[in-house]
């Protein structure tokens, strides 16, 4: 339910990857806040599903689409008559042996370096460029770009994962410092272990390719956590 005195009241904003886990999580805590949600998913049905039970509007997107941007801050535009917030969300991990995820250096294949690197990365990318001159126009805004600890900590696996969520660290350091003068802002955020149907397919990936049970990764991934518990989308 929205909350019209909320600390978003008004908020008109873009939330990728909203279908679920994080993204669908943001777009269901600032609807709470009173914020205009447009959510944008690559899946249509669970974006739809996701829009109706949280009282967001949605729109398909592949982020990697360059046209599609403009597309898409129009409609936010269009629907909610402005556009303050974006969070770039949507991204990937591959880390299974059928996709070349690999999990070393070594044995990332190119392909799946291209594929994590055009969503994680380029996605942003395009979803920044597109937000800037829209948001000066409307006189400032917040962009809020979905990092990982992973790139505070490089790792011998989730290679191009963890090199994907740097280069979103250090782009969106860029942007900040771009659009201070037209009082918009951008942050990267970095989130831990949470359960969402990202993590829990990057566990089960990385299970099969060590050939070890799946509760083994986990508790070796909660190990690493000092509270050894995972986080949730809620969080």
């Given at each position: 339910?929205?909350?019209?005195?909320?600390?978003?009241?008004?908020?008109?904003c873009i939330v990728t990857g909203g279908a679920r886990g994080l993204g669908r999580a943001i777009a269901?805590?600032?609807?709470?806040?009173?914020?205009?949600i447009l959510i944008t998913d690559i899946d249509e049905a669970?974006?739809?599903?996701?829009?109706?039970?949280?009282?967001?509007?949605?729109?398909?997107?592949?982020?990697?689409?360059?046209?599609?941007?403009?597309?898409?801050?129009?409609?936010?535009?269009?629907?909610?008559?402005?556009?303050?917030?974006l969070v770039n969300n949507?991204?990937?991990?591959?880390?299974?042996?059928?996709?070349?995820?690999?999990?070393?250096?070594?044995d990332t294949s190119l392909s799946a370096w291209k594929?994590?690197?055009s969503v994680n990365v380029d996605g942003v990318f395009l979803g920044c460029r597109a937000a800037i001159p829209a948001m000066r126009q409307s006189g400032g805004g917040s962009i809020i770009n979905m990092s990982s600890?992973?790139?505070?900590?490089?790792?011998?696996?989730?290679?191009?994962?963890?090199?994907?969520?740097?280069?979103v660290a250090h782009l969106s350091t860029s942007v900040a410092l771009h659009g201070a003068p037209d009082k918009i802002r951008c942050n990267s955020v970095h989130p831990g272990q949470v359960q969402t149907?990202?993590?829990?397919?990057?566990?089960?990936?990385?299970?099969?390719?060590?050939?070890?049970?799946?509760s083994d990764v986990?508790?070796?991934f909660a190990a690493r956590i000092p509270l050894s518990e995972f986080g949730q989308a809620s969080d």
């Open positions: 339910m929205s909350n019209s005195g909320g600390r978003m009241s008004g908020k008109c269901a805590a600032f609807i709470r806040e009173g914020a205009l669970a974006g739809a599903e996701a829009a109706s039970d949280i009282g967001a509007k949605f729109a398909v997107q592949d982020v990697t689409r360059e046209d599609r941007w403009p597309e898409i801050i129009a409609a936010c535009q269009d629907q909610f008559d402005g556009f303050d917030v949507a991204g990937l991990v591959e880390t299974g042996a059928k996709t070349g995820g690999g999990v070393s250096p070594e594929r994590t690197f600890v992973a790139s505070l900590t490089p790792t011998p696996f989730l290679t191009a994962y963890g090199a994907s969520k740097a280069a149907d990202l993590h829990s397919n990057m566990v089960r990936d990385m299970a099969s390719m060590a050939d070890a049970p799946v986990e508790a070796d």
